[in-house]
Structures are given as C-alpha cells and as structure tokens.
C-alpha cells in the first residue's frame, strides 16, 4: 500500500525564523517522485518542491529545501525566512513513475506564521 | 501560460440531483485528474484521463464519472448526490513528459 504520513497536524514559526515540517512515507517501489504542495486559504494547491527518488541530492527552491532520506523514507521540508505569506496547509505527497500516474497525499500541516 | 481552470467554483446541489463539473487544463497537457477533498478523509483520487480514455480510478463508488474531450477539457458528473458528496473537487494536468500536477482552484461542492 502507498501511504503518506505527516505527524504534525499543526505548526507555528514566528516570521523570519526557520521551520522544518516532517513526512514519512511508505511504498514497495523504487522509483517515484516526492512534493510537497503549498495550500493557502485561496485554496489553490501549489506546488512548493519535488525530488526525485534516484537522485541524492536534495531538492532546493530558494527559501524551501527538503532533507530527503530514502532508506527512512522520509521527506521533510524546511522553510528558511520564513513569511507571512507561507501561512496554508502544506501536504506532502508522492507518484510513482510507473503504473498509476495519482498523487497520495499526506493529510496536511497547518502552517502558521507569526508577526 | 494560462493555468488550470475549473468551473463553477460554488455549487450548492440538493441530495438526489446530480452535478457536472469542468475542468480545463494548462495548453497542451493531455493529462487530467480529479481529486476530493475532505476534512475527514482528505485528499482522494477519484479518476485520471489522457487523451479521452481513463487510464486511471480511484475506489469511488460508480456515482462518480468523467469524461475527457478531444481539446483535453475534462468533466466529472455525480449523480444521486449525498450529503457526503460535500467537498472541495480539484483539479489536476500534467505534462507528458513530467510528473508534477498542476492544479485548479477547485469547485467547492455543497449538498444539502
């Protein structure tokens, strides 16, 4: 079974500082890509960040970086500097490359940012 | 380039009628899925279709169908509506050639 977990229902980080938001994941596959999705209040889904699973080197996006550790299955995000505009739901979610092509999605981290 | 549009953006619906929704990808994406979302069980596929043909489903009761066009426009319909039919439906393209989904704004489904 695919399964994406997130352990953190709810996060707060005051602006300008750092956060790190946590997600394991569980899937008998070997190749698959990871992201993580960006939902404000707007409601758009957006997509912060991807990694691939063959590639060893984390994923960076200017202010977004994940520390992904594979034999752990694990894909956690950092937020450096943070804003006030990183206020949303951040779920973490992965596909693999054959077979299914749909996303399985963690169920969310409620991000906060304070002033 | 334009993004993923969906239309409505509101519906509100009684149980017992069914609904249609559209769904129109990024140009030249052949690739669109469709998503509910809940608070209580949380972001669920519901089906994918690449050039016209579904390729892919989700466990979702046969209520719940879609169809895609020749331009790539897709449609999901459900029919019977019940209350737990209330969510956000989203939707998602993807190039052919990549793996990130694109997603709309959503239509927020309401029935009561």
């Known amino acids: 079974a695919q399964t994406v977990t997130q352990s953190q229902p709810e996060m707060s980080v005051q602006e300008a500082e750092t956060v790190t938001l946590s997600c394991t994941y569980d899937t008998s596959e070997n190749n698959y890509y990871l992201f993580w999705y960006k939902q404000p209040p707007s409601r758009q889904m957006i997509l912060v960040i991807r990694q691939e699973a063959y590639k060893q080197q984390n994923a960076t996006e200017n202010r977004f970086s994940v520390n992904f550790q594979k034999a752990a299955k694990s894909f956690s995000l950092k937020i450096s500097d943070s804003q006030l505009g990183d206020t949303a739901m951040y779920f973490c979610?992965?596909?693999?490359?054959?077979?299914?092509?749909?996303?399985?999605f963690g169920t969310g981290t409620r991000l906060t940012v304070i002033p | 380039k334009a993004g993923v549009t969906q239309t409505p953006r509101y519906l509100i619906k009684t149980r017992g009628q069914q609904v249609t929704l559209s769904c129109s990808p990024i140009s030249g994406h052949r690739s669109v899925s469709w998503y509910q979302q809940t608070p209580g069980q949380g972001l669920q596929f519901l089906f994918e279709y690449f050039s016209e043909t579904q390729r892919n489903k989700g466990n979702f009761p046969g209520r719940f169908s879609g169809r895609q066009f020749s331009n790539s426009r897709s449609e999901m319909n459900v029919s019977t509506l019940e209350l737990g039919d209330s969510a956000l439906y989203l939707c998602a393209s993807r190039p052919d050639l990549g793996n990130e989904q694109f997603f709309g704004p959503g239509t927020r489904l309401t029935v009561l």
């Open positions: 979610a992965f596909i693999v490359q054959t077979g299914a092509n749909n996303l399985f």
